[in-house]
């Protein structure tokens, strides 16, 4: 393999909940959520992307912010991308999660998050142009930086022994 072949082999990257990431270079992110939600954000132009993902919808409380928030972690990947010089209007969004299981929870955390990334992003006016978002399963995620590509896989259950390198029994 010569070396500009190698420069196109994306990295791998496992995003915990409540981190943002914008790779510089080609990358295969994946994540798990499950009442959470990620926003993977693209620059049409630039070809580059990046993914956030957050748990809980918006803190109000100055200097307790975190991007475990959904109002942090969604402007702080937007600066991310303006920063590193994307355009707003050439950016567009994806958004997966939101899942809500009543037998976990009364309250349903999965739609504020959803309401949150929605609202900023068209406060923004950055195009939603692909949503997996709501019912009762948990989603395994895997985005290319680089191509906009995401593959979301809907399941029962959310085992960390499930992504590489695996660990313990993957038998359900």
């Not at 409540?18 to 994946?30: E, K, L």
């Not at 010089?85 to 809500?100: C, F, R, T, Y």
């Not at 999965?110 to 195009?127: M, T």
Request: hydrophobic share 35%.
């Amino acid at each position: 393999m010569n070396d500009s072949s190698q420069a196109l082999t994306p990295t791998n990257y496992f995003l915990e909940p409540g981190f943002v990431v914008m790779p510089t270079s080609p990358t295969v992110i994946s994540a798990v959520v499950g009442s959470g939600v990620s926003v993977c954000l693209y620059d049409r132009k630039r070809k580059v992307g990046g993914m956030n993902s957050f748990q809980l919808p918006l803190i109000r409380e100055k200097g307790k912010t975190t991007t475990r928030f959904g109002n942090v972690a969604v402007w702080t990947l937007i600066r991310m991308m303006v920063e590193d010089g994307s355009k707003i209007k050439n950016l567009e969004a994806q958004i997966v999660g939101g899942a809500h299981n009543p037998e976990l929870s009364h309250q349903n955390m999965g739609q504020e998050n959803v309401r949150i990334a929605r609202r900023i992003l068209a406060r923004e006016k950055i195009a939603v142009t692909s949503e997996d978002i709501g019912g009762s399963k948990g989603r395994k995620i895997v985005y290319s930086t680089h191509t906009n590509e995401i593959a979301v896989l809907k399941v029962e259950k959310l085992r960390k022994s499930d992504w590489y390198p695996y660990e313990d029994d993957r038998t359900p």
